[in-house]
């Protein structure tokens, strides 16, 4: 399995950070190749199901998460959303925390393993990198301030 860790400090304040990050249609504006669309009704909740599809034609794959943990910030407490990746091509889990930081800032921490079936374990490393890359870009565009 491939593994990578994403920390930032977000300009925003921690309720923001987190409706960002947590507005799944909004993933598929900034990954590349891919759209994303939630298959339960709103609010997201534990059981609330997405799906991820990346790709070209026949290239393209679909990647359905669940919410598992879904913990808002409070003031007190950093929030945490834990997605379980139950698709035939990637399995896996994501865990996205968002706590406050300095100056009113959000510190937010995105940890992701992850296993592309098709590709042997040798290929790990660079599945780690190459997804540190796309999705940390990613999280760059979803927590700038507009």
Known sequence: MATFLLERTAPLPPHEAWRRL???????????????TVTTPPPTRVGTVFVARSGIGPLAFDDPMEVTVWRPPTPDTPGLCRLE???????????????????GRSRVRWHEELDVRPLPGLLDPVVARTSHYVFGRAADRLLRRP
């Open 22 to 36: 947590t507005e799944w249609p909004r993933h598929g504006e900034v990954v590349p190749l891919t759209r994303v």
């Open 85 to 103: 990746k139950r698709g035939r091509v990637v399995t896996g889990w994501a865990e996205l925390e968002v706590g406050p930081g300095p100056g």
